[in-house]
């Protein structure tokens, strides 16, 4: 399984992944042994918005993912 990066949080990890367009955040504990949620976005604005939502996010992780995915979007290489 590739992901497109790792996150890591104050109490967990969480993983994303491009499927078909869409954007798979698996959330892990701390230690990144089990998955323990699931949340499929359908739009890079909505892993954005719910990856910045969880409690004290990597802000500038998450900014550097978005601008990578959208520039791969557009063609452009990065």
């Known amino acids: ?7 890591t949080y104050t109490n967990m990890s969480m ?5 078909k ?3 798979h955040c ?3 504990g701390a230690n990144q042994e089990r998955k323990l949620n699931l949340k499929i ?3 890079t604005l909505e892993l954005k918005f719910f990856l910045l939502s969880l409690p004290k996010p990597p802000k500038k ?5 978005i601008n990578r995915i959208e520039n791969n979007l557009s063609g452009e290489v990065v």
Do not use: H, N, P, R
């Not at 399984?1 to 996150?7: A, N, P, S």
């Open 26 to 28: 698996s959330e892990f």
């Open 41 to 43: 976005c359908t739009s």
């Open 15 to 19: 993983a994303v992944q491009c499927i």
């Open 21 to 23: 367009g869409e954007y």
């Open 1 to 7: 399984m590739k992901y497109e990066t790792w996150l």
């Open 61 to 65: 992780d998450i900014l550097a993912l």
